[in-house]
């Protein structure tokens, strides 16, 4: 959908999901399929809900080491500029072997410390991209501007078109395909353009500050006590609630945001690798795979810049 994975958690669609209803419903991918072979469509399915008789195929596209994970590493790794985000490809292919006992995707043991790398390149994509604080933030502002356009729109002060109104008014994982297909990034900040001018105050803001990076600020308050960060928002809320600009409303402008990696997950389809005494999960043989398995999570509260600074100090 529209902003990739933003979009999952702003309107609840599920990727997995309207991959199979487009691969059933989109009548000219639908034809070519059956085309092609008549059992082809049910075939794919066993691929992404992962039932395929034999695991290899599916581990290929949905595992902790598949193409898309590797696809969006080095994608995202070259867009943004993080070099650490880079991965040695050759090496890791070259590692990658199928075990035909198990009939599964495994990784020869020479080719252990490719894959070591390619776990902490993911690591530090985690931690420092994909749950970098600006990235938060505007996950946020975005969020709560259609959270805003919604309400309006219930209020009947809302222009939208058919596909954005769609999306605002039903579940996500109901629209009707064209709608689905339809809405993109184009279409999505065409109208936070257009609302950026919009009579409610909070909306037309919302929008601006998206549209021009004036994101709202962040404060890592992972330190705290749960009670400590929940008496610092109720604060910070309370200052906005008194002002008298759009963040008078402080439900959109402050809140807590906690973002959590499981890091490396052995237990849900873990990395094998293949050694004289057999299959092992790569844990067992690499120190440093075992220390990217503990999860860590961070708490961030966000606020408008113009808040008295003084309101965010904590005894």
């Known amino acids: 959908g529209p902003f990739s994975h933003t979009c999952e958690d702003i309107f609840g669609c599920h990727h997995e999901y309207w991959t199979g209803r487009i691969l059933r419903e989109f009548a000219p991918l639908r034809q070519l399929l059956d085309e092609f072979e008549p059992d082809l469509?049910?075939?794919?399915?066993?691929?992404?809900?992962?039932?395929?008789?034999?695991?290899l195929v599916w581990q290929l596209v949905s595992s902790q080491l598949d193409c898309d994970r590797l696809d969006y590493l080095m994608r995202d790794s070259y867009f943004t500029g993080a070099s650490y985000g880079k991965l040695d490809l050759d090496r890791i292919l070259m590692a990658m072997s199928y075990d035909p006992v198990s009939q599964q995707l495994v990784v020869a043991r020479k080719g252990m410390?490719?894959?070591?790398?390619?776990l902490i390149v993911r690591y530090?994509?985690?931690?420092?991209?994909y749950n970098h604080p600006k990235n938060i933030s505007a996950a946020w502002v975005l969020e709560h501007a259609f959270k805003r356009a919604r309400e309006q729109l219930a209020l009947d002060n809302l222009q939208a078109d058919e596909v954005m109104t769609a999306w605002l008014q039903q579940d996500c994982n109901q629209l009707p395909l064209m709608q689905y297909l339809d809405a993109d990034d184009g279409v999505f900040v065409y109208h936070l353009h257009r609302w950026q001018r919009h009579g409610d105050r909070v909306l037309?803001?919302?929008?601006?500050?998206?549209?021009?990076?004036?994101?709202?600020?962040?404060?890592?308050?992972?330190?705290?006590?749960?009670?400590?960060?929940?008496?610092?928002?109720?604060?910070?809320?309370?200052?906005?609630?008194?002002?008298?600009?759009?963040?008078?409303?402080?439900?959109?402008?402050?809140?807590?945001?906690?973002?959590?990696?499981?890091?490396?997950?052995l237990y849900?389809?873990?990395?094998?690798?293949?050694?004289?005494?057999?299959?092992?999960?790569?844990?067992?043989?690499?120190?440093?795979?075992?220390?990217?398995?503990?999860?860590?999570?961070?708490?961030?509260?966000?606020?408008?810049?113009?808040?008295?600074?003084?309101l965010l100090v904590t005894a």
């Open 113 to 118: 410390a490719a894959i070591e790398h390619y």
């Open 268 to 310: 849900q389809r873990g990395i094998k690798l293949a050694t004289e005494m057999g299959l092992q999960e790569i844990s067992e043989q690499s120190p440093l795979v075992k220390t990217l398995i503990q999860p860590w999570q961070r708490t961030w509260l966000l606020y408008p810049r113009e808040l008295d600074p003084a």
């Open 41 to 55: 469509l049910n075939q794919l399915q066993q691929v992404y809900q992962k039932q395929h008789p034999v695991p």
């Open 124 to 129: 530090f994509m985690y931690a420092q991209v």
């Open 204 to 265: 037309a803001d919302l929008c601006r500050r998206f549209l021009d990076r004036d994101l709202l600020k962040t404060l890592d308050i992972t330190h705290l006590e749960t009670a400590q960060q929940t008496q610092l928002l109720q604060r910070v809320q309370d200052w906005l609630a008194q002002t008298d600009q759009p963040h008078a409303q402080p439900q959109y402008y402050a809140g807590l945001r906690t973002a959590l990696s499981h890091g490396y997950t």
